[in-house]
């Protein structure tokens, strides 16, 4: 009886540890890969930033019982046509805005971040904005002034006033717009659009 | 200003100089530690705690300001907004865990490797400067708070990403003094001599700060960047940080209770390949949603839902050894708190992140009030827990190594400490569910997630009045804080009982 058997001695553990460990990291590994290759901007689930000349949704799919993005024909932010460069510098201004302004402290993007302010996933589709016609100017007043032009929904939690400028607003709105068009699996589920009130 | 205001000013800020010191100097005779009684390795050790505790008290204030805005949003708006209140309580609670943990290794390695801490001067240099660094960025998001969508907001002010929202001068900074710990650590071990214990621990490390860089990155994607910035927060979270834990469960065991070291090195191997086997992979649960492939909803699901068992082990493991060792020991806070570790880790990680990892429940809850009932659980049951528990360790080494346990003095405070904490946090916990189950029904469920179901959601009662309660919670919870600082000053004062030296058996 003082023989330790082999599951219970401690060299047996270690290696079972360390296989483990790395076994789990190769996964990973090649998960990651294959992950980040299927999602650059331009694929299939993460469409082109020029994706902001056209007209998203997001609709539900009975026979995949979830909702996805569906894009459409031409339907330009603020009036212009972006070639691609120019669609990612405007995206690219309005992630970076969304850092440096620290959004994410208060509202979640992608779901993920806080609770006191609603998600952004879709903001560009929600139906908060009234009507596709309304809904830049609105976005851009919005932004750069929140406390006059407050959404509150009856909550009076009022966004701050984030010294955003006109351009880094549009940015952001382009970055939102793109953003809606992500294939998220699912994620809002039963999400009605703008689109689907008129 | 002209020179005679000058003059006037210097001996004026001398004289409050002057007055800070004798307060100081009074409050230091009050507390009366000798810092004689400790190695030089513990009295570093003992610099990262006292910073630790600081910034566990600014991470209660600022959630305290941020859940009354939930009461009443008018409060400091424009001033110290929602985000900033919330920025500063979440950086605060992962920096002051990292510093109770960067102590708790300076303290345990002397006595692992049988030798003093190599390098030990760098040692020091380095907590200034990671102190200096801490408190520059807290000022900065304090006063400048946010900046322009350039660059150079992001590299000197914050990076805007929740919990690693430092910006990335500090970045570099924490790394180069992580660098240094590392050394400290891995010349200590070779130094003196390595265990199981050591091995485990330098491994750890390097996949800690190895993954603090992968959050360094800014992209456009956002799909990528939420990737990346899961490979820090998740397996820090859910891999590192668990083994961390589980090195330093594994040396306080051996000595608060004197259990065998063979016994607790094959749990640790056993735990490491748990945790890293179920929590590497359950990473996915948090690609479901961000755009990446579908596979991902069951790599995640499947691989996520296995990490409560490590933590059952855990569990099993702490409340055998106290029990074949009958609860003997020298420290009886210590060992309080190293139980409430082990039932924390278990029900905030285990219970309640299981509770919501499946897809399938998971796209209701997501990003509702369910995920902050988890995480407060989970990071005060897992880790605030762990590092109580080394700070009572250490006080009691502090005092000359005297007896702290049945009979000592006063001790309704530590137990009082650790009433009014845990049930603060369980209370919010509770109440938070309550909030998330509310929201994952009207919002998500009934309403879709617009913007208008989202406030629906909001404006509910039972919204609003689970959001009493937990600011009610977090005031408890405030009140043990501060009973257990005062307790941490004092107790062991005037104890002349010395404690007897555990055996291992
Ligand atoms: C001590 C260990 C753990 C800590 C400290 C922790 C902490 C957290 C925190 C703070 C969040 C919210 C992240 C955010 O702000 O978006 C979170 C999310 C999550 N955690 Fe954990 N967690 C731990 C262990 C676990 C375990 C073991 C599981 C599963 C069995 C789990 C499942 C989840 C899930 C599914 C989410 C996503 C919530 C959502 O969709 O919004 N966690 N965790
Ligand atoms: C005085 C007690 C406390 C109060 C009043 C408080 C309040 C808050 C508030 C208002 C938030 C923001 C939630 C949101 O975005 O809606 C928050 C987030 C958070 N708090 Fe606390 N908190 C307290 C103590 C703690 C403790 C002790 C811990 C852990 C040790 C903790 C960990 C967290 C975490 C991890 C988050 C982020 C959760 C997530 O994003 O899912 N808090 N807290
Ligand atoms: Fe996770």
Redesign the interface.
Known sequence: MNETPLWASESFWKKIAIWVTAGSFVILVILTMDSLSKTGAGSKRVPAYAVINKKIDYQFKTALHKSMPVIGDNEFLFGKEYSEEEARQLVDLGKKTTQTKNCMNCHTILGNGAYYAPDLTKAWLDQGWISGEMRENMMVKFLMDPANNARTFGSNRKMPNLAITEQEAKGIIAFLKWMSSIDTNGFPYNFKTIEAQE | MNTSDLNGIIPKSNRLLDKARTYLDDFKAWVNLDSSNLSTGQQLAVKYFTVAVILFFAQLLFGML?AI??IY??FL??IL????N??VHINAMIVWMLYGFIGSIYWLIEDESGTGIVGLKWANIAFWVLTGAVTLVVLVYLFI???????S??WF??????YI?APRWADLGITAVMLVFFYNVVATFSKGQWS?IGGVLVLDLIALVGLYLAGMF?M?????E??WWWWVIHLWVEATWEVLVGVIMAWSLMKLLGVRR?IV??WL??E??LM??SG??G?GH????????????S?GGFFSALEPIPLVAMVVHAVYDAGVHAFKTVNHPALAWVVAHAFGNFFGAGVWGFMHTLPQIN??T????W??SHGHLSFFGAYATINIAFFYLAIQQWRGGVWMAAGAHHAWRWKWALGLLNAGVVGMTIALLIAGYE?SFIE??VE?????G???A??EPSFQRAMGWRLLFGGITLAGFILLVWDLLTIGKGETRKIPTINQS
């Open positions: 941020a805005q939930f949003p008018g708006y424009e907004d929602f985000n900033v919330r920025m708070q946010i900046g322009p969508g350039k660059d907001s992001l002010i914050n990076e805007g990403r929740e929202e199981g800014y456009t994607n956002i799909t990528h939420q990737y063979k090195q094959t191997y056993i490491v390949a890293f086997g590497i992979l990473l948090h690609y479901f949603w961000i755009g990446m492939p579908e596979y991902w909803l790599v796209m209701y997501h990003g509702t009030q995920s902050a929201q998500r469920a879709g997630s617009t913007w208008g989202y406030f629906a909001q404006n």
